[in-house]
């Protein structure tokens, strides 16, 4: 009786021989991949110049437009909050979406699995790419219409961990679009859906508290909703965590967060394990 060969795809997800794993090992892999993923980036910068210009732009006339023909001063600090969490999202995923598709339908995200490193390093590489990319475009497109507008936000240290959480949420769903890349190059309209949604629900618009109730109910399933809810009322409502602990808020965010990044980590290992299955890591 003989055993079947196994595939190329699967020959290639195999360690090589007396490699291993070591922090030393992994941060070497991953800073090659960063590398290689700004070297991409930053060769073709118009793009990234282009989607500055729109962010701030988009934000400006939005409030225009929300504030029937004037800048409402009172509902910007909120607003720019929460357009931040949206800029993060959405340039990130695209950046990480895109690059990966391209890979996927140019052989070189099969080639990746040449190395002994494991795949969810280089995934870890190019996410960390993407949100470099995502943070530029927020932190200008939040910069710019304060100084444009003349408005602050003002710094307090327990807003913090809230916000970090809005972080987390985006890079979770970010792997999550991500995962699904690996399988559907569909996934681009999956990101236009989602992240439409998440600008006019997630009060980048107008706060959240101006919503219908049960709007906002919808909104807080989104990702970063929940984070800008818990940031904006410790920054401009005076509440302390405890104050958010105790009303739910903050729980309901921890628990968010943590399913969106079990998810993550379980739709990317599903889909990578198919796609070495059916020998498609090369193609769609």
Do not use: C
Request: no cysteine; hydrophobic share 55%; net charge positive.
């Amino acid at each position: 009786m003989t055993s079947l060969a196994p595939l190329p795809a699967q020959r290639a997800a195999r360690p090589a021989a007396g490699w291993k794993l070591t922090p030393r090992t992994g941060m070497s892999v991953l800073g090659a991949e960063i590398r290689k993923g700004l070297l991409s980036q930053l060769a073709h910068p118009v793009g990234h110049i282009i989607m500055l210009t729109i962010s701030t732009v988009l934000y400006l006339g939005m409030q225009y437009v929300m504030g029937q023909g004037e800048l409402r001063r009172d509902l910007i600090p909120e607003t720019l909050v929460a357009i931040s969490g949206y800029w993060f999202l959405h340039y990130g995923s695209l950046v990480m979406v895109a690059d990966l598709v391209e890979e996927k339908r140019g052989g070189t995200y099969a080639q990746s699995h040449m190395s002994p490193a494991p795949p969810w390093v280089f995934m870890m590489g190019r996410l960390f790419t993407a949100s470099l990319m995502g943070l530029m475009v927020a932190v200008v497109a939040t910069v710019v219409p304060m100084l444009v507008t003349g408005v602050t936000i003002p710094l307090k240290f327990a807003a913090l961990l809230p916000y970090a959480l809005v972080v987390v949420n985006v890079l979770a769903f970010t792997f999550v679009l991500a995962a699904i890349a690996i399988n559907s190059p569909m996934v681009g309209a999956l990101h236009s859906l989602f992240t439409s949604l998440v600008i006019l629900l997630n009060g980048s618009m107008m706060p959240l508290g101006l919503y219908p109730d049960w709007l906002a109910v919808v909104a807080r399933f989104l990702p970063t909703t929940l984070g800008i809810e818990a940031t904006t009322k410790v920054l401009f409502d005076g509440a302390s965590l405890g104050d958010i602990w105790s009303d739910g808020t903050l729980p309901w965010l921890l628990a968010y967060t943590f399913a969106l990044v079990l998810f993550g980590g379980w739709i990317f290992a599903r889909n990578q394990r198919r796609a070495v299955r059916d020998g498609r890591l090369g193609q769609y």
